[in-house]
């Protein structure tokens, strides 16, 4: 398991944006697919948004109707979501997930296929 830390989380209005970042020290961060997932006070943690290992493939839930954009600087060993036309449902605790995946273009969704998980960071969208 690698070392995630998520920040970028806050306080914003109902239609605005923020961008969220999660970082690693691990020197192989190009070699590992990454993810964020959310929960909601009270329910189960949720997929938003996957990246390959180059950035070349990106998988998105449903439910962000073309609202959120995943993206990754291997460079820096971050990974962003930039999240636009926010809206009250959408807070939550936000989380980072890598899996080890080499020589590949996957990006996965499934909880069960992330290995490494950050603390989280908190999203609140006032009404």
């Known amino acids: 398991q690698i070392h995630l830390v998520e920040t970028g989380g806050g306080l914003v209005q109902a239609g605005g944006s923020l961008k969220l970042s999660c970082t690693s020290p691990e020197h192989s961060f190009s070699d590992y697919v990454m993810a964020w997932f959310r929960r909601a006070p009270g329910n189960r943690r949720d997929f938003v948004a996957s990246?390959?290992?180059?950035?070349?493939?990106?998988h998105y839930a449903a439910f962000n109707e073309g609202r959120f954009t995943i993206s990754r600087n291997n460079a820096e060993a971050t990974v962003y979501l930039q999240m636009a036309s926010l809206k009250p449902e959408d807070t939550g605790v936000y989380y980072c997930?890598?899996?080890?995946?080499?020589?590949?273009?996957?990006?996965?969704?499934?909880?069960?296929?992330?290995?490494?998980w950050g603390q989280g960071t908190q999203v609140t969208v006032s009404s």
């Open positions: 990246i390959s290992t180059t950035g070349g493939t990106t």
């Open positions: 997930a890598a899996q080890y995946s080499p020589g590949t273009e996957v990006a996965y969704s499934r909880m069960s296929d992330f290995g490494s």
